[in-house]
């Protein structure tokens, strides 16, 4: 495959990324608009926003069992059709309640989207840490453009521009996409459904050495990632004593941080091995947090966004190292299985981070945080130490 024809590759299934994370976020910055034009509590809002990223968990499973049967990127482009049309049903919903609906829509259909990428990519690219790096920088842009545009089109428009404006984007993506991206042929197009969802099969996949480690460290990772993603602005205020801007400007120079992380560690890994990188890259999350914890000032700040970037840069690798120990034909049924257990779970982090803040205060919560990271180095380094191979 031609350097030209990988970057086609990449660019296209990047941006398909980046538009199922636009559309999960775009709302989020509009609460107080959507309470306003429905006359609803807060609550109601997160209660629907909760419903859609358990949406988006649950259905990484059965994306992956559709991939197996119809290839990747049949599934790929459905998901983000089903996302266009979703986001656009949200932007024109009448009524809350089918506002809350089609909220669970838009994170099914962006659910849909994940394994079947992530396996798409695995299946074009020998180097997959490289690759699956910077498919990556689609959640990380999604992340900082989606606030931004939100905000933008709802002081000159109204709420509903942003849902339509990830209708808009997803339409360009999916036409890039299926103009682009090369026809792949179904893993598992003669196996039967219920051999594909037998309980057995998939349990002794998830018992596997390999994988149940991965996925024990992966929910652990993926635990840190939420607690930040759902409190650090909010921490840096109340603990840091920084300005809401100041905070926000912060919060936004760690995603972008990533935008480099990312793609970076992907390469780094497919020379030195997964384990390292992730080893490094918890570690450095752990002395990120430290850092903010333990300083003040902007230089400690600036060097804080550099540590606490590297260590939401591990997902690619992480990723990565799934396929690694996946067959061909397991990385639809089999990814999409482990992404669903491994999202529900993590997806815990926001509740016991404010548990925790609530109970104890800032420094305990964000402590337990980076004491987590410091686990999983440690966790990696026995697996290493040990020769258990996991």
Known sequence: MSR?????????????????????????PLVPQITDAFSVSNG????????????????????GVLADRIGETRVVSIAIGATGITTLALGLSPTFPVFA????????????????????????????GRALGIHEIGASAGGLVAPVAAAYLAARLDWRAGPLAATAIAVAALALFVWRAPATSPENLDASIRDQLNVRRLLDL????????????????????????SFFPTFLVEYGG???????V????????????????????????????????FLAGAAGYATFLLGTGPF???????????????????????????????????????????LLVS??????????????????AYGFVAGLLGTLVVLLVLNRALGTNA
């Open 300 to 342: 400690v700040h600036g060097g804080g966004v550099i540590l606490v970037g590297l260590g939401l840069s591990w997902p690619g690798v992480m990723n990565s190292r799934f396929m690694d120990n996946l067959a061909p034909d397991e990385r639809g049924t089999g990814f999409g299985l482990v992404r669903t257990v491994v």
């Open 44 to 63: 109601q809002v997160g209660l629907a926003f909760s419903g859609m990223w358990a949406a988006y968990a649950l259905f990484q499973f059965p994306g």
């Open 101 to 128: 609906i089609l909220a669970v829509g838009v994170g099914a259909a962006s659910g849909l989207y994940f394994t079947a990428g992530v396996a798409f990519l695995s299946n074009q690219f020998q180097n997959t």
């Open 4 to 28: 030209w024809r990988e970057r086609e590759i990449l660019g296209v299934t990047t941006a398909a990324f980046f538009v199922t994370m636009f559309a999960r976020l775009v709302t989020s």
């Open 347 to 364: 997806s815990l982090g926001s509740g016991v981070t404010g548990l925790l803040v609530d109970v104890a205060g800032w420094k305990t």
């Open 242 to 248: 920084l300005s809401t801007s100041r905070a926000s």
């Open 250 to 281: 912060i919060f936004g120079a760690v995603f972008a941080f990533t935008l480099v992380g990312s793609p970076a560690l992907g390469r780094v890994s497919d020379t030195i091995g997964r384990d390292v990188v992730l080893g490094g890259a």
């Open 206 to 229: 998830l018992s596997r050495r390999t994988i149940l480690f991965t996925t024990a460290i992966a929910m652990l990772g993926f635990f840190t990632w939420q607690a930040f993603a």
